[in-house]
């Protein structure tokens, strides 16, 4: 069976990215690309659905792991009573094709150790015909093939590969796996040893780069490491996480395929990016940006494939029983056909934040705007699904509202700042407008606190962003009353809830419930700094801290109660988060837009 969703370290080529366990399994792992059918998917079933496993033919459970310095090459150890061995894995920096590399080192003793190799293309539905060539082995199956280079003795064993042996002290025995689509020829194997001292010297030169210079700087390299690993170099776009139906409950339904890239996120990644140095990853990730959400702005979409596809339909593996049976499991995401109003403002705001930034504007970058703009001037009174893509009925969402507003209030600040060509007038007069109404509709006063949408009782972890762009100061007390609100009802041990599944006639239109959201505990770190309570902030930024695994990673959401991590993992939201917390509990943000205290000015 699979281990804990915390039992997995990531390593990966920048294309794509494989899950190894506490016990040397691969059980995940997609090729050529991370949205790309899984050759090991055992993460969502067992065994039988792929994997690969090298450890001591007596012990599964490694006793120590660790990244080689600041890289993505994950060495795991071993004690047993025959001596110490250690197992290298790496995935280089794609060249030709995509290599994965795991070198066994023996460090003491004479340690018997066992391969097995189960190879299930299309997500563990389909096992390759396998045959030997020339000192190699090849698996093929339709349009994928993998081929297997090693010394060890090789075997066939119920549709599996396997190989016996033992490394003593001194002694390395290399295996590299190699994709390449079938109708191509067979590609030259990479040399292990000269593989894994190239991947380190990318690595360390990539974080070199790092100009972070604060506190917990461990911390936000692995992070801004982990958030580079989900990169799909080709084109600068970001996946959301490696994985697909990792659940947000154990045993429910609430298992979605986060290996595509979300536009909602640009905003918190490019402040991540800049705020430590990685202008060239920002600039990639805002032309993937301005790539995908090119054409017409009535048609934007919330997420998006690698490469900008649009269309990503949702349809469920009934051949896998899930992780831990939390069936279906998913693939594609329907969610990208929702309307989800804060898109618009989230892609202003990230151009907004690369002028800002200094990034030489795209000659047809302010043209786009404008078209967003008047979509968003036609239709930010339309109700919608929200941030959280509830597949419930529409709401009037008051963060949908807030982020409308921020995409006016954004293009004004261009036009009043920067000198750029736009209607002067009009804009600010929306904006005061949205302003207005979210006010009047979306605010409690009984309870002095925002609410999840008009007329709603529940609450929505999102209002904590309010004064994080500007619609109101931190020195307003419907500020104050939100977060407070916040605390008290949506915190389960001091971690956020992103809301409450069953209020409003479930608002969510979904059964079950679901983990701490730890992009949302990050946002309430940010708010109580910006409260000026530091202390309390610094407590629990260092609590979520706590509960990255031993190599530093984190998913989407935490179980206070059972103390796991639930959710897709590695999170990039979870990662960005830990990284601008960092940042603000630091003192080294980066200026985005006019202070609040001149935001409330301008709108009264």
Not at 79 to 85: A, C, K, N, S, Y
Not at 480 to 492: F, I, M, N, P
Not at 533 to 553: H, I, K, Q, S, W
């Amino acid at each position: 069976m699979p281990g804990l969703i915390e039992d997995y370290a990531v390593i990966g080529d920048l294309q794509t990215a494989a899950l190894v366990g506490r016990d040397g399994s691969i059980d995940w792992l997609c090729l050529p690309r991370f949205d790309s059918a899984a050759c090991f998917a055992a993460l969502l079933h067992d065994d039988r659905a792929g994997h690969w496993r090298i450890a001591p033919s007596a012990d599964r459970r490694a006793v120590r792991r660790r990244y080689r310095g600041d890289t993505l090459i994950l060495e795991t150890e071993w004690d047993t009573p025959e001596g110490t061995v250690r197992l290298t894995d790496c995935m280089p920096p794609r060249g030709q094709a995509a290599d994965l590399v795991r070198i066994v080192e023996g460090i003491s003793g004479a340690v018997p150790m066992h391969m097995r190799l189960a190879l299930r293309f299309d997500y563990g539905h389909v096992a390759p015909w396998v045959r030997r060539y020339d000192g190699a082995l090849g698996a093929v199956a339709g349009p994928d093939s993998l081929w297997l280079h090693t010394e060890a003795p090789l075997h066939g064993t119920n549709l599996a590969i396997t190989s016996d042996f033992t490394v003593r002290a001194g002694q390395r025995m290399p295996f590299v796996l190699t994709y390449q689509p079938s109708h191509l020829p067979r590609p030259d194997p990479v040399d292990p040893h000269a593989a894994v001292t190239n991947t380190e010297r990318y690595w360390t030169r990539w974080i070199e780069r790092c100009s972070y210079q604060g506190r917990w700087p461990q911390a936000v390299r692995r992070a801004l490491i982990t958030l580079k690993a989900l990169t799909y170099a080709p084109t600068g776009g970001i996946v959301a996480a490696a994985t697909t139906s990792l659940p947000e409950q154990l045993g429910g339904p609430r298992n979605w395929d986060y290996r595509y890239c979300w536009l909602r996120d640009a905003t918190f990644t490019l402040q991540a990016l800049l705020g430590t140095g990685y202008v060239e990853e920002a600039k990639a990730w805002r032309e993937w940006l301005l790539r995908a959400v090119a054409g017409d702005p009535a048609k934007l979409r919330i997420m998006y494939g690698l490469d900008g596809t649009r269309r990503l339909p949702e349809y469920t593996l009934d051949w896998l029983s899930g992780y831990e049976g939390s069936w279906p499991v998913r693939v594609g995401n329907a969610a990208a056909d929702q309307l989800q109003l804060d898109v618009w403002g989230e892609v202003l705001e990230s151009l907004h934040l690369g002028r800002e930034a200094g990034i030489a504007p795209n000659e047809t970058a302010w043209d786009l705007q404008r078209a967003l703009l008047d979509f968003l001037e036609g239709n930010w009174r339309q109700p919608d699904n929200s941030l959280w893509e509830v597949r419930g009925r529409r709401r009037h969402f008051v963060h949908s509202k807030v982020l409308a507003w921020t995409g006016f209030d954004r293009a004004a600040e261009a036009v009043e700042r920067h000198g750029l060509d736009g209607p002067v007038e009009r804009w600010p007069a929306i904006r005061n407008d949205i302003h207005a109404e979210v006010c009047r509709h979306g605010f409690d006063p009984a309870r002095n606190t925002f609410t999840q949408f008009y007329g709603s009782r529940g609450l929505d972890a999102a209002l904590l962003l309010l004064p994080r762009v500007g619609f109101l100061p931190w020195t307003d007390p419907r500020v104050a009353g939100t977060v407070d609100a916040v605390q008290r009802e949506l915190c389960t041990d001091g971690f956020v809830l992103r809301y409450h599944p069953q209020e409003d006639e479930n608002v969510d239109g979904l059964p079950g419930d679901e983990g701490a959201f730890l992009a949302c505990t990050f946002w309430l770190v940010d708010a109580l700094h910006g409260l000026g309570r530091p202390e309390e902030a610094t407590r629990l930024f260092e609590r979520l801290l706590d509960l990255r695994n031993d190599v530093g990673l984190l998913a989407e959401q935490y179980d206070p109660v059972t103390g796991r991590q639930l959710g897709n993992t590695p999170q990039a939201f979870s990662l960005v988060g830990l990284v601008n917390s960092a940042r603000q509990l630091s003192g080294t943000t980066t200026r985005t837009s006019a202070s609040a205290e001149e935001q409330h000015t301008r709108t009264g």
